[in-house]
């Protein structure tokens, strides 16, 4: 599904990967960690192309991307939803319209939009705050409408870069229940988080960076 081969990404003289190797297969849910400043959100970056590396290759889903061209970047992206830590909701927009925006987008027609939208919704529990705003909204049920745009275009990839960072630990925890009951669905899921607390019994691979490199897995 994932692959990374002999990957490396610089920012001026600084590494922030170095030749990291590892594969994800379809299905998995795996934590990504390691101290701030290790390269977890570098390494989002690089799978959903907001970056590209310097040194080797990534094989997504099939497509490979030193061969992509910038055309067919959107494209990939179809496949990918991502959950940020700073929510990133549009304030101006209801609930409703922050989770279909990515549909709309597409051209996705009104009566499959709203079909899609309100299933998303249902998912993660939050169906009856659709034409709230996010300043109603808790820091929790915020990060739970992120990961309802997150799912509603049907991805087969679903990245989270810190999803608890702002999160008390009780609702983290729902944050990881909640990623754990989509990955049910078939979906593959990748959470970068320095908190070891959020993988530990999860029984879910653990790939560990620090500073820049790989430097081992585990079982949470």
């Known amino acids: 599904m994932i692959h990374f081969h002999n990957v490396s990404k610089h920012y001026d003289n600084q590494t922030a990967l170095r ?3 590892f594969s994800i297969e379809k299905g998995e849910m795996v934590f990504i960690t390691g101290p701030s400043g290790s390269g977890k959100t570098t390494l989002l970056k690089l799978i959903y192309l907001a970056e590209k590396p310097d040194e ?13 061209r910038e055309s067919s970047i959107p494209f990939l992206r179809r496949n990918i939803g991502v959950v940020f830590q700073d929510y990133r909701l549009l304030s101006n927009r209801n609930i409703f319209e922050n989770v279909a925006i990515a549909l709309m ?5 009104d009566k499959e939009v709203k079909t899609r939208v309100l299933d998303s919704l249902k998912t993660v529990n939050l169906r009856h705050r659709v034409n709230s705003y996010p300043k109603a909204l808790s820091g929790g049920e915020q990060q739970r409408i992120v990961i309802a745009r997150a799912i509603v275009a049907e991805p087969t990839v679903v990245l989270a870069d810190e999803p608890t960072g702002n999160l008390d630990p009780d609702t983290a925890a729902g944050i990881i229940r909640l990623f754990k009951e989509i990955n049910l669905k078939g979906i593959t899921i990748i959470v970068a ?7 530990r019994n999860t029984c879910k691979r653990v790939i560990r960076l620090d500073n820049g490199n790989l430097v081992g897995e585990e079982v949470g």
């Open 19 to 21: 030749n990291i190797n």
């Open 56 to 68: 080797g290759n990534i094989s997504i889903a099939g497509w490979e991307t030193n061969q992509l």
């Open 105 to 109: 987008i597409r051209g996705v027609n």
């Open 193 to 199: 988080t320095h908190n070891r607390e959020l993988f």
